[in-house]
C-alpha cells in the first residue's frame, strides 16, 4: 500500500512538472531566449543576410543623434494625454453603467465591444471616417456646425490627436469594467455615512468614490503608459509614412522601420532595448510614487 501510495504520488508530481515545462519551454524559447539575441545584436550592424559585424556602442551613441529616435519619443509621450482622459471618460461611464435601470447590460456590452474588435479593422474604419473629402466626421462637423474640418491624418497638427480619439474610443470600455468592477465593491455604507454627516453628491465622489478606486487608477494608469509605449498597429495602418513630417511616428513604430525596411536589425534592437529601459524607468517611478496616493486595506 505504501508503495502504491508512493509511485502515485510520484506520477502526480511528474504530471505537475509536464504540465509547468510547458510554458516554461515557451518562454525560454519565444522570450529569453529572443531577449538575450536582441541583447547581443544591439551591440552589431546586421542586414539579416551577412554576418552581424560587432560595432560596440556605436548603436546606442547613434540614437542620441537621430532625429526620427527624438521624435517617435516625443509622439509617443504626447499620446501618454489619453490616458487622463480616458480615465475620466471611463469613470465616468461606469458611473452610468451602474445605475439599476433595465437594459443597462445592453449599453455595457455596446461600450466593450470596441476592446476586442480587430485593431487593423478598426483603424481601417476610422480612416475612412477621418478622410478629409468624404469622411463622416468632417461632413458631421459640416452637417451641424458649417465647420469645414481640418485634414485629420494629413495635417502634422491634428494627426496625433486623431490618433488620441480613435485610442479613447477604443480604449474606454475595458477601463469602464474595471472600474464598474471596483464600483460594485465600495461598501454602500461609506454613502450611507456620508449622507448623514450632510456630505453632497459631489464630496461623495471625491472624498470616497476616487479614493477607493485608486488600486485601479494606478492599474490602468501602468497599463496606459506601457500600451502607448507599445503603440504600433494604429499608426502602421491609419498613417504608414509615419504621418506628416514624421509627426505620428512612435518608438515601436521606428524600431519596426529600421528593422524591416531598412534591415538595420542591430540598430533596431539598440532602440528596443532602449525603450524597454525608458518603460521599466516609468513602471518603476508608478510604484513609486503610487505609496503615496494608493489606498490599500
Request: no cysteine; net charge positive; charged share 10%.
Amino acid at each position: 500500500m505504501k508503495n502504491k501510495m508512493i509511485s502515485y504520488r510520484r506520477k502526480e508530481i511528474g504530471w505537475a512538472y509536464g504540465f509547468v515545462a510547458i510554458p516554461v519551454l515557451g518562454f525560454l524559447l519565444f522570450g529569453l531566449l529572443p531577449l538575450i539575441a536582441s541583447g547581443i545584436l544591439s551591440f552589431t550592424k546586421w542586414d539579416m543576410v551577412t554576418s552581424p559585424k560587432f560595432v560596440g556602442f556605436t548603436n546606442y551613441v547613434n540614437l542620441w543623434k537621430d532625429e526620427k529616435v527624438h521624435k517617435g519619443l516625443f509622439n509617443t509621450f504626447f499620446m501618454l494625454i489619453h490616458i487622463p482622459l480616458g480615465m475620466f471618460i471611463s469613470l465616468l461611464l461606469a458611473m452610468l453603467m451602474n445605475q439599476k435601470v433595465r437594459g443597462v447590460s445592453i449599453f455595457r456590452t455596446i461600450f466593450y465591444i470596441p476592446v476586442i474588435s480587430p485593431v487593423v479593422a478598426v483603424s481601417l474604419l476610422w480612416m475612412w471616417m477621418l478622410n478629409y473629402d468624404f469622411g463622416l466626421v468632417n461632413q458631421f462637423l459640416w452637417d451641424w456646425f458649417h465647420i469645414k474640418g481640418p485634414n485629420w491624418l494629413g495635417d502634422p497638427h491634428w494627426v496625433k490627436p486623431s490618433l488620441i480619439l480613435m485610442g479613447l474610443w477604443g480604449g474606454v470600455g475595458g477601463n469602464m469594467v474595471l472600474y464598474l468592477a471596483g464600483l460594485q465593491s465600495i461598501s454602500s455604507t461609506y454613502y450611507e455615512a456620508a449622507e448623514v454627516d450632510g456630505a453632497n453628491a459631489f464630496q461623495k465622489f471625491t472624498r470616497i468614490t476616487v479614493p477607493l478606486l485608486s488600486n485601479i487608477h494606478f492599474f490602468v494608469v501602468v497599463m496606459g503608459v506601457i500600451g502607448t509605449f507599445q503603440a504600433f498597429s494604429q499608426v502602421y495602418v491609419m498613417v504608414p509614412d509615419g504621418g506628416p513630417e514624421y509627426s505620428a511616428a512612435t518608438v515601436v513604430f521606428n524600431i519596426f522601420q529600421h528593422a524591416f525596411e531598412y534591415f538595420d536589425m542591430g540598430y533596431a534592437s539598440a532602440e528596443a532595448w532602449m525603450l524597454g529601459v525608458i518603460i521599466l524607468i516609468l513602471t518603476m517611478i508608478q510604484f513609486r510614487l503610487s505609496k503615496r496616493w494608493a489606498y490599500n486595506d
